[in-house]
């Protein structure tokens, strides 16, 4: 049965944020799958669904700038929006230059994160 809704995928290694993060998009209408690894996200079929992800800056194994390279080296181009506890500026200057759609800080306001998933999803 094919999706109706777009899926966006969670990535974060903080289960309590993971499953806020997915709740509030579930509650919003979107489908919704969270990850506990960039591992974990690439060996599951939900890649090429994504039709937006939002991952963790730092992770065990590979980090979400990493995970998002990865993907657009792969052919992969899902719209990616990083979130983090730990802002560094050049770290967000390089993930914008890399083609992530938002840079957002822990805690960050909903309304943001709605921002860039609207406006990741009209790319």
Do not use: W
Not at 16 to 35: D, P
Not at 96 to 113: I, T, W
């Amino acid at each position: 049965m094919p999706r109706t809704k777009p899926l966006i995928s969670v990535v974060d290694d903080d289960e309590s944020m993971r499953e806020a993060v997915r709740g509030l998009m579930k509650s919003l209408g979107y489908t919704a799958e969270a990850f506990a690894s960039a591992e974990e996200f690439l060996s599951s079929r939900q890649v090429p669904c994504t039709a937006c992800l939002i991952a963790d800056v730092q992770m065990p194994g590979m980090t979400g700038l990493e995970l998002h390279r990865h993907l657009v080296a792969s052919g992969n181009t899902i719209p990616t929006i990083l979130i983090t506890a730990y802002p560094d500026d050049s770290m967000r200057e390089r993930a914008l230059e890399d083609g992530v759609v938002c840079y957002l800080s822990k805690p960050f306001d909903e309304n943001d994160l709605l921002a860039c998933i609207h406006s990741s999803l009209v790319i």
